[in-house]
């Protein structure tokens, strides 16, 4: 894993960090409920969502290309897209902060039922099927107290206020982003493959394309 973020006040280590982007990726994505007792919650019922949702939180570099397209394709979010790649080349953070599971290139949330159960033993999140007319699905809820912790956590760890924000960013381009093929990854094409974009800093290509669309950004990000 490429994640070498670090939080002075905290010593996080890789399983605990890869929890708290699950947290926030369930904040983000989920639909918000509120009941008379229960207090505020947020519900997914589609795991393959919460897996697409969770890669775009640990690929900011595969996100920045995603968004370089969209840009293309929706000329109303154009000047949204422009100051957020703009953040996400800071500090080169677009590969900085790339937290690359081993295997295929996109590889979805590894042990999932293993974090689950770890977070439902908390009372953070419900795991539990819906019956939806017709069908069986599965449910994911974010319980009242995991609300609580999630922004406890962004609260007080200043890593994962990046993660906050990469959070809503990508909720807000859901729409676009959600309908995207990630095991072909159409937006890295012509340029590289999936399995190249594995193993090859992205920079570079956000930089030669955003070039092309907008403003030249700063050689020294």
Same mark, same amino acid.
């Given at each position: 894993?490429?994640?070498?973020?670090?939080?002075?006040?905290?010593?996080?280590?890789?399983?605990?960090?890869? &929890?708290?982007?699950?947290?926030?990726?369930?904040?983000?994505?989920?639909?918000?409920?509120?009941?008379?007792?229960?207090?505020?919650?947020?519900? *997914?019922?589609? *795991?393959?969502?919460?897996?697409?949702?969770?890669?775009?939180?640990?690929?900011?570099?595969?996100?920045?290309?995603?968004?370089?397209? *969209?840009? &293309?394709?929706?000329?109303?979010?154009?000047?949204? *897209?422009?100051?957020?790649?703009?953040?996400?080349?800071?500090?080169? !953070?677009? !590969?900085?902060?790339? &937290?690359?599971?081993?295997?295929?290139?996109?590889?979805?949330?590894?042990?999932?039922?293993?974090?689950f159960t770890f977070l439902s033993s908390r009372a953070l999140v419900s795991d539990r099927p819906s019956f939806a007319p017709g069908r069986t699905t599965r449910r994911i809820v974010l319980e009242a107290p995991g609300v609580v912790f999630c922004r406890k956590i962004v609260e007080t760890c200043p890593s994962f206020v990046w993660y906050d924000w990469l959070g809503e960013t990508v909720a807000h381009f859901w729409a676009w982003l959600e309908p995207l093929d990630l095991t072909v990854m159409p937006y890295l094409a012509p340029d590289l493959t999936p399995t190249q974009a594995a193993i090859v800093p992205l920079l570079p290509l956000i930089k030669t394309r955003y070039d092309s669309l907008f403003t030249p950004l700063p050689t020294d990000s």
């Amino acid at each position: 894993m490429n994640d070498t973020t670090h939080d002075s006040e905290h010593d996080i280590t890789g399983s605990e960090r890869h &929890v708290a982007r699950l947290l926030i990726a369930l904040y983000h994505l989920g639909t918000a409920s509120r009941g008379l007792w229960d207090g505020e919650t947020r519900q *997914i019922d589609s *795991i393959r969502q919460l897996q697409q949702f969770e890669f775009w939180l640990r690929e900011p570099g595969h996100l920045a290309l995603a968004l370089l397209r *969209i840009a &293309v394709e929706q000329p109303t979010q154009t000047e949204l *897209i422009r100051t957020t790649l703009e953040r996400l080349v800071t500090d080169r !953070d677009a !590969d900085r902060r790339r &937290v690359i599971w081993p295997g295929t290139p996109y590889q979805t949330l590894p042990d999932l039922n293993t974090s689950f159960t770890f977070l439902s033993s908390r009372a953070l999140v419900s795991d539990r099927p819906s019956f939806a007319p017709g069908r069986t699905t599965r449910r994911i809820v974010l319980e009242a107290p995991g609300v609580v912790f999630c922004r406890k956590i962004v609260e007080t760890c200043p890593s994962f206020v990046w993660y906050d924000w990469l959070g809503e960013t990508v909720a807000h381009f859901w729409a676009w982003l959600e309908p995207l093929d990630l095991t072909v990854m159409p937006y890295l094409a012509p340029d590289l493959t999936p399995t190249q974009a594995a193993i090859v800093p992205l920079l570079p290509l956000i930089k030669t394309r955003y070039d092309s669309l907008f403003t030249p950004l700063p050689t020294d990000s």
